[in-house]
C-alpha cells in the first residue's frame, strides 16, 4: 500500500484496494490505484494525471448501485467529502449544501430532527448525497429532483468546477444529465431546497396502507413507516448482497398497457408522469417464474422479484447472466424490455 496525506489539496492514495464494503453485492472486487476525495479541491489534481496518462476513472460512493469487475483498472474516486451547512431559510424555504459523501439516509433522519420535513419517503435508501442526484432516487412517490436546487461538480470535460441549477440536471425516472454523461461529472455537494409549506405524500399503495386509521400521518410517522416496509420487503446487503431494484420499471405506450391488460388481468401497474404506463418489473419476472430461483452463487430474491442477490462467491458476469435469461424470457412472454438499473462499471 502506498500512501500520502500530507496536505489537504492532496488526497490520500491507496494501491491494490479491496473493495468489498464499497459494493453492496459484495463482489470480491478491488481498485488498482483508490483516491479518497475528502475536498473537492483534491479533485482537479486527480483527473489531471489520470487523463495525462489516459487511465480510466470513475467515482464510488456507497458501492449501492453498481456492478465491479474483479479489478478496476485506472483510479477510482471514492467520495467522503462530509460538510453539511444550511445556507440560507426563509418563509417559503429552507436550502442545504451536503458533501457528496455524506450517508442519504443519516442526512434524511437530520432534516426530520431538526425539522425540514420533506425527504421522509427516501428514508433508508442506501447510499451517499453525491449519488443521489445520479439517477434521480425516488421511492414511494417521490423523487429527489424535485427537492434539489443545484447541484456542485467538477466537469472533467471542461475541467473546471461547475454549478448545475436543478433544469440543467434534467431529472426525469431514474434519470439525469449526469447519467446520460458519464465519466465526465463528480458531484462534491448537492444544494437541497426543503419547501417550509408540507404535506404528507402517502398515495402510493403500501406507504397508504400503514395509514387507514390515521390520514394525518406526520413527518415522523411517515419516516418510521418507510423503514419498516423497507426492512420487510428488501434484503438486507450486510445479510445477503443485492443492489435494491435490479431493473427499472418499463414504461410503455398506452396501447400496448391495454393489450398487455388484456391478456393478463392482474397486471401490475402505475400512471406515468407523461401520460405512458409504468409496469411493475418484479410482476412481469415472477410471471415467468424466476421469483427465490438461483443459477450458481447469485439468484432473485425469494420475497421480491425486481432484487437479485449474491449468494456468496458470486461475481459481476454471473449476475448479468442471470438478468439476460430474464430480459430474454419477459420479452419473449410480454414483450417488454427491462433495462438494468445499476451501473455496470
Ligand atoms: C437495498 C437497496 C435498496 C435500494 N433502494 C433504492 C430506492 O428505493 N430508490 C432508488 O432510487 N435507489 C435505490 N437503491 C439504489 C442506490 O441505493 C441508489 O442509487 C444510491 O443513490 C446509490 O448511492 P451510492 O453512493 O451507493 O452510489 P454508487 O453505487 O457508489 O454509484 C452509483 C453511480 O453513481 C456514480 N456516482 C456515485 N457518486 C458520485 C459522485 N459523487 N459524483 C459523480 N458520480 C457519482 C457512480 O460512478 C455510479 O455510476 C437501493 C439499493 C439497495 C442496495
Known sequence: MNS??????????????VLRDRNTFG????????????????????????TEKNLPWRVLGGGSNVILPKVLSGATLLMNITSQEIVSSDEKATLIAVGGGVNWHEFVAWTLD???????????????VGAAPIQNIGAYGVEIGEYIDSVEAFDAKSHTF??????????????????QNPHRFIVTKVIFKIPKQWQARIHYADLAKQFTSNLNPSP??????????????????????NAGSFFQNPIVPN???????????GLVSY?????????????????CGFKGQRMGNVGVYENQALVLVNHGGGTAQDILGLAKCIQDKVKKEFGVSLE?????L
Open 220 to 241: 415522523r410517522e411517515i419516516f418510521l413507516a418507510v423503514c419498516k416496509i423497507r426492512t420487510q420487503k428488501l434484503p438486507d446487503p450486510k445479510m445477503i448482497g
Open 255 to 265: 396501447e400496448q398497457y391495454k393489450t398487455l391488460l388484456h391478456k393478463y388481468p
Open 4 to 17: 500520502s496525506q500530507n496536505a489537504v489539496s492532496q488526497a490520500k492514495s491507496s494501491l491494490n484496494l
Open 114 to 128: 431538526n425539522h425540514f420535513p420533506g425527504l421522509e419517503n427516501l428514508a433508508l435508501i442506501p447510499g451517499t
Open 27 to 50: 463482489f470480491d472486487v478491488s481498485a488498482e490505484v483508490a483516491y479518497e476525495i475528502t475536498a473537492a479541491e483534491q479533485v482537479p489534481a486527480v483527473i489531471r494525471g489520470v
Open 162 to 179: 461547475v454549478t448545475l441549477a436543478k433544469d440543467a440536471c434534467q431529472f426525469a425516472y431514474r434519470d439525469s444529465y449526469f447519467k
Open 340 to 344: 438494468i438499473e445499476p451501473n455496470i
Open 271 to 287: 400512471p406515468d408522469a407523461l401520460g405512458k404506463r409504468k409496469l411493475a418489473a418484479g410482476w412481469l419476472i415472477d410471471q
